[in-house]
């Protein structure tokens, strides 16, 4: 159970420095091996190739990733700028670095020298960590109730996309901490996990933390969706987000619009969960919201490629890499790769956060879960 299991990210103070050390989720679900980061290149490369992902805790890695540049004397300012724009989806990573860089820059300006604006810097990373696992609870409570009402009688069938549970989290997740609530409820009868091509988070580490957890759970080729829909199979969709705009429309996985027109279509429920620092009212609509472009090979040879480094953008390696990866495509195939995807507030039943749940999903709702928000 998640309880002892190896922890997704956490700082250590070793004798011969402090690091922040990952569960290596690129090696998912076939090792459990960590990563130790000792500087902030390293946890940006890490962050570019997806050894740590999913937008809460990101945003848990970019405050660890400015608190280790403090107390290790790196230029703290850089720091929090090459994390914060290590990937630009996700709003929790430019969160987390700068609410650390806040603190240590508060502390200095308090005059208590270096060493204590490093420790402040600490213990605010700490703060947010804490704070994430919390988030994670409230989540849960809100998701499971609400999913209470929207499928009533119990013994749901419920499709998600990606991975959003205890490796995204300080805690237990987002949409899926709400699927284990109902699981230990026993109210889940069937847990749908889309592969997520082409990094297949659903299908390496869903599927894996659903097995952790003894739900019963399939997992499809994403392009099986519709014809599952078609069956009467699905009760729900729940997923996760990484950026929340003013305006309700929520980027995610690519492959989450398609789940949503198909769930408008069918009649069915689509709810997303994350906690309000995943909500960027700085960005007005889904259209300003940046989508990641990744490279290339990702698509034309899987996530057994090379991963990528911070400088690989799109195009960052040609289709059919020479033995880097199983060839999908032909050698020179170009792909469209976007990382990410933006569903509109129309097909979106409910936003349910650590702050309670706006339903339908306006823009005075969204305000309103921000306006009652412990988020600094
Ligand atoms: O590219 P990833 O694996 O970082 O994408 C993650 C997702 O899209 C998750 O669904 C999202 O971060 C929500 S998890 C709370």
């Known amino acids: 159970m998640a309880e002892e299991c190896v922890p997704v990210i956490r700082y250590e103070e070793l004798p011969e420095g402090p690091v922040v050390v990952l569960l290596d989720q690129t090696r998912l679900p076939a090792e459990e091996a960590e990563l130790v980061c000792t500087d902030v290149p390293a946890l940006v490369d890490a962050i570019c190739s997806l050894a740590v992902r999913g937008a809460p805790v990101l945003g848990i890695a970019g405050g660890y990733g400015v608190a280790l540049a403090a107390a290790r004397g790196f230029d703290v300012a850089d720091a929090a700028e090459q994390l914060a724009h290590a990937r630009p989806t996700a709003v ?34 700490r703060a947010l960590h804490r704070e994430d696992a ?51 409820a026993g109210e889940l009868r069937r847990l749908w996990v889309g592969e997520t091509r082409p990094l297949l988070q659903g299908a390496r580490l869903t599927a894996y933390e659903a097995a952790e957890e003894g739900m019963a759970y399939s997992v499809l080729a994403d392009g099986a969706a519709g014809s599952l829909f078609a069956a009467g199979e699905v009760d729900a969709v729940v997923v996760g987000a990484d950026r929340i705009a003013a305006d309700g429309s929520v980027a995610n996985k690519v492959g989450t619009y398609s789940l949503a027109v198909l769930a408008g279509h069918h009649g069915v429920p689509f ?34 490629a090379r991963p990528l480094g911070p400088g690989a953008g799109p195009g960052g390696g040609p289709g059919g890499g020479p033995g880097l990866g199983p060839a999908l495509a032909p050698v020179g195939a170009h792909a469209y790769n976007p990382a990410f995807d933006v569903t ?4 979106v039943t409910a936003v349910v956060t650590d702050e309670g749940v706006a339903s339908p999903v306006t823009p005075e709702g969204i305000a309103e879960l921000c306006s009652t928000s412990r988020m600094r």
């Open 344 to 347: 509109p507030s129309a097909l």
């Open 134 to 184: 919390e988030a994670s609870d409230r989540m849960a409570e809100h998701g499971s109730a609400l999913l209470a009402e929207l499928v009533p009688g119990g013994g749901m069938r419920v499709l998600t996309h990606c991975n959003t549970g205890r490796l995204v989290s300080g805690g237990s997740g987002t949409a899926l901490a709400v699927l284990k609530a109902v699981h230990r």
């Open 271 to 304: 709810v997303v969960v994350a906690p309000v620092t995943t909500i960027d009212l700085d960005t007005a609509s889904g259209s300003e919201i940046e989508v990641e472009q990744r490279a290339v090979y990702e698509v034309t040879e899987g996530p057994w």
């Open 92 to 125: 929790n990573l430019a969160y987390g670095a700068r609410r650390v860089e806040a603190a240590y820059r508060e502390a200095l300006g308090a005059g208590r020298g270096e060493a204590h604006a490093a420790a402040q810097a600490l213990a605010e990373a």
